[in-house]
């Protein structure tokens, strides 16, 4: 996967870099927002990873010159400003996902990731199948060999959000936003219990796991290799 | 002050246009009036004219010369200073009684001065002259009196115009050092602001004039201001007082990593424990920076209508089971939607710290119960659990930035969470208040949606 990181800071770039390399990305990192922006409509990539504040041209603008340029990379916005409304005014300007400083590496990993193999064009999915477990969307019904599964309206959501990530990893962090819409760091473990719930129904009466557990990351639901 | 100085005081040029009108006003008044006088005193004084005139020729038309010239002379006497005037001619021009010269009067009414009448006396003459049988009778009465009201009146209005202009400058001059001085006051006091005194504040009289209105405003925006400039600084003290102490733990870890990494020992331990307490330090810092920004007030643009009851009941919903796997049980009570104008993250947020707080804080056994209440546009949002609670003394306090209770000291937690609530029922303009559930804490939410949120300057 083609990737650009346009960051500042050069021991976090460095780093981040270094990482994605080692998971068989290509990696360009550029320090600037103009270049930034130069680059990213010259050259086509999977994913830009973009800064907030960069030197040049901050990253919200670069963000917007690249969508009123038509073009519908992804993008990752990072942020060390912390504030609560950073979320939004990412995604206002056109941002697909947002990411706090301090992070840790897997957690940006899993996030580009889910942002690259997004369908260029969202397909309207009616139904979604990890091995024998399939998921009806449309009658809201989940089956595990042939088996009907009971399920929680929210914890059908958060089966559906496993699935079609089917073999990345899906963080905690990603889990709270998009099942919960929790923008925030829960001090008791929501996660956990309601992953726990789910793998109780869907894994524990049958042989095979499906939703494994990545430790310190997050999960992943993939069938048996 | 100088006068220089004086004329750039709006209230001294106040005074002195004020009293330039007045002036011009009182100018037009004595014109008016000077002039109805006048036409009134000279009607009377061509009545009189008319009046001695009638009375001589009465006399003439009872025929004797002699007696005619005697009656003159003896008005003549009777009129020493010459306040009227007689001439008698013959017709042949002959003058037979008389005390001004021959003017020449011309028949009728006319208007001749003093001097072409042969008199020393600096005035004129309103004399009335025609034929009465064989003579001619010129009568007239002096126009002093007249001109006597024209430097009565134009006197009368100087003294006036100075007395009032002199009255202008020493009242316009009190209340421009009057002003002066509360503007000095003023000024003062803004320049002790901008060396970065914030607690000082613009004098108010109380007397509720213009000055005392601005004082008022400029006071509000500086009290406002003074808040924030503490609340940063609060913010900046914990995270000083608050960040040192975990940082030093971090650097303790990494520098037992180190030494075991030299001496060729394993190290992951306490690398993992840096990498723990480093996740920790973030947290205080996100929820500080949260807390402060939450108090900005800039949230407050993107609020909308959210449906409190139901937002209450799913986050319930979502620590059912967190707190079933603790042996606890949430419950919600409560029928109907319940709109208030809001924000669906930090309200989602401020709910769950209480329902987590219940959870990380209470034994086995015990029941959280949520609640929302709406009566006549009032919405009450309602988190209790029968636990142990909050001494009745400590429940201010548990509202402050990294306030923990004695017995919390050693969970885990920043401190945070009870403050962040309340900042986020401060923004809302909502009240929160703790009570004894007895046994327990009830923590509620009142929102009323007729009341306007706390004072904030509109943010950027």
């Not at chain 2, 009638?54 to 003896?74: F, K, V």
């Not at chain 2, 006497?77 to 009067?105: E, F």
């Amino acid at each position: 996967m083609r990737i650009l990181l346009i960051e500042d800071d050069p021991a976090a770039a460095a780093y981040v870099a270094r990482g994605l390399s080692e998971q068989g990305h290509v990696c360009n990192v550029l320090a600037d927002g103009t270049d930034g922006l130069f680059e990213a409509t010259r050259e086509s990539y999977d994913v830009l990873v973009v800064d907030r504040m960069l030197p040049g041209l901050d990253g919200l603008s670069l963000v917007r010159a690249l969508r009123a340029a038509g073009r519908k990379t992804p993008v990752l916005f990072l942020t060390a400003l912390g504030g609560i409304d950073d979320r939004v005014e990412g995604l206002e300007a056109g941002g697909d996902d947002y990411l706090t400083k301090p992070f840790a590496f897997a957690e940006l990993l899993a996030r580009v990731n889910a942002l690259a193999r997004r369908p260029p064009v969202q397909e309207v999915k009616t139904a979604l199948q990890v091995a024998d477990l399939e998921l009806d969307l449309l009658r809201r019904e989940a089956r595990r060999a042939g088996q009907k599964i009971e399920l929680l309206p929210k914890e059908f959501t958060l089966l559906e959000v496993l699935m079609r990530n089917e073999g990345r990893v899906v963080t905690r962090t990603m889990l709270l936003e998009r099942v919960w819409d929790f923008h925030f760091d829960p001090k008791t473990s929501v996660v956990e219990t309601h992953v726990s719930r789910l793998r109780a129904k869907i894994d524990k009466p049958f042989a095979q796991p499906l939703l494994h557990t990545v430790k310190n990351i997050g999960y992943s639901l993939h069938a048996p290799r | 002050m100088r006068p220089a100085d004086l004329w750039r005081h709006s209230s001294f040029r106040l005074a002195l246009g004020v009293s330039l009108c007045v002036l011009a006003t009182l100018m037009l008044a004595s014109g008016v009036g000077y002039g109805l006088m006048r036409s009134q005193l000279a009607a009377r004084q061509d009545a009189r004219v008319t009046e001695v005139f009638a009375a001589i020729q009465q006399t003439i038309l009872q025929g004797d010369e002699t007696d005619l010239i005697e009656a003159i002379t003896a008005r003549i006497s009777a009129s020493p200073d010459r306040a009227t005037a007689y001439l008698l001619r013959d017709q042949a021009g002959k003058v037979l009684a008389g005390n001004i010269a021959q003017g020449g009067a011309p028949p009728g009414w006319s208007t001749i001065s003093a001097a072409r009448l042969g008199l020393a006396a600096d005035t004129s003459y309103r004399l009335f002259s025609a034929a009465v049988g064989p003579y001619r009778l010129t009568v007239g009465v002096t126009n002093a009196d007249l001109d006597g009201l024209q430097d009565i009146v134009l006197g009368a209005f100087g003294w006036a115009a100075l007395v009032a202009l002199w009255a202008t400058l020493v009242v316009g001059a009190l209340l421009a050092v009057q002003v002066q001085r509360r503007m000095t006051a003023a000024e003062a006091a803004a320049a002790r602001v901008a060396q970065g005194d914030l607690l000082a504040r613009l004098p108010v009289t109380g007397r509720g004039d213009d000055l005392d209105r601005i004082s008022r405003a400029v006071n509000a925006a500086l009290d406002r201001l003074a808040a924030l400039v503490e609340a940063l600084r609060q913010v900046s003290a914990d995270i000083a007082h608050e960040l040192r102490t975990p940082l030093n733990r971090l650097r303790i870890h990494i520098e037992e990593a180190a030494a075991k990494a030299s001496l060729g020992q394993e190290a992951e331990a306490d690398l993992a424990a840096a990498l723990a307490q480093s996740a920790a330090i973030d947290q205080t810092f996100a929820a500080l920076l949260r807390i402060a920004q939450i108090e900005a007030g800039a949230r407050r643009e993107r609020f909308a209508a959210v449906d409190v009851a139901a937002l209450l009941a799913g986050v319930a919903e979502v620590y059912g089971d967190v707190a079933e796997d603790a042996s606890m049980s949430v419950r919600y009570d409560g029928a109907g939607a319940a709109v208030v104008l809001g924000d669906t993250d930090l309200l989602t947020q401020g709910f769950a710290n209480l329902i987590e707080n219940a959870i990380r804080h209470c034994p086995t056994g015990t029941v959280i119960k949520c609640a929302v209440r709406a009566e006549g546009g009032d919405v009450t949002a309602v988190v209790c659990d029968n636990g142990p609670g909050i001494p009745a003394d400590q429940r201010d306090k548990v509202l402050r930035r990294l306030y923990r209770l004695e017995k919390s000291r050693t969970t885990e937690g920043t401190g945070l969470g009870l403050a962040l609530v309340k900042a986020v029922a401060d923004l809302h303009g909502a009240t929160l208040t703790l009570t004894d559930a007895a046994p327990g804490l009830c923590v509620a939410l009142h929102f009323r949606p007729g009341a306007a949120p706390s004072a904030a300057p509109p943010a950027s």
